[in-house]
């Protein structure tokens, strides 16, 4: 079975810290995405990689930056928290070049900013 | 640009009875994938179901269908024989076009879905 893994189910920073979000998978995937997920707003893209040292912005990538140095490993980076960065973060992996292209997602990270 | 929606916020049903979840698309792409994902209270997303645009019949896959109408630009799910663990958040989306064919997912907002006993 695929497996995508998140280093944390909940965090909570403070205002102004540097904050890592890493995801790690087991399925050799080249793609990897983070999304993030508000309650009314569903799921929306912050950067996305098709490999390694690779990364492309997604809809809503300001304050955030990423790393991939390895192709398992897909990190996200919150330079300085803000509260409105709570919220749901959700990394997914997948294929490249098919159209059915599947994700498969990571159990989440709830980050509280205070 | 491409777009999904999802109208209803929030749907009952009871326990054994059927559901339909609305989804519409828009895309200017002659080709595209469909995708239904569960949420349970949990967190994780779970793949449902997968509907290609050229698919020429509609995506079944064990209680779950989806009704594809392309003409209409909607691609419904289906959920038979409703159980209580289907109980969950339901979100459609579409393949989107970030980096070419290494395509992102665009969701809708989601359906959070009530099992009643």
């Known amino acids: 079975d695929v497996k995508v893994t998140q280093s944390s189910r909940y965090l909570v920073k403070r205002t102004g810290e540097k904050v890592f979000l890493e995801c790690v998978q087991d399925?050799?995937?080249?793609?990897m995405f983070w999304y993030r997920q508000d309650p009314g707003l569903g799921l929306r893209l912050i950067y996305f990689s098709y490999d390694v040292k690779m990364k492309e912005k997604g809809d809503i990538p300001e304050g955030y930056s990423v790393s991939r140095e390895k192709k398992e490993r897909f990190s996200l980076i919150l330079e300085s928290a803000s509260t409105n960065q709570t919220s749901m973060y959700l990394c997914?992996?997948?294929?490249?070049?098919?159209?059915?292209?599947?994700?498969?997602f990571g159990p989440g990270t709830r980050l509280t900013v205070l | 640009a491409q777009k999904i929606t999802q109208t209803q916020p929030g749907m009952f049903v009871q326990e054994k009875e059927a559901v339909t979840l609305d989804c519409t698309y828009d895309t200017s792409d002659p080709s595209y994938g469909l995708f239904w994902y569960k949420q349970p209270s949990s967190g994780e997303m779970i793949f449902l179901i997968y509907q290609g645009s050229y698919d020429q019949q509609n995506a079944t896959e064990g209680r779950y269908s989806l009704n594809f109408q392309k003409a209409r630009k909607s691609a419904n799910l289906v959920i038979s024989a409703s159980q209580l663990g289907d109980s969950a958040m339901y979100f459609c989306a579409m393949r989107g076009h970030y980096g070419g064919s290494q395509g992102n997912l665009i969701f809708g907002k989601g359906t959070k879905l009530s099992v009643k006993p």
């Open positions: 399925m050799d995937h080249e793609n």
């Open positions: 997914a992996s997948g294929l490249e070049g098919s159209s059915y292209n599947e994700q498969f």
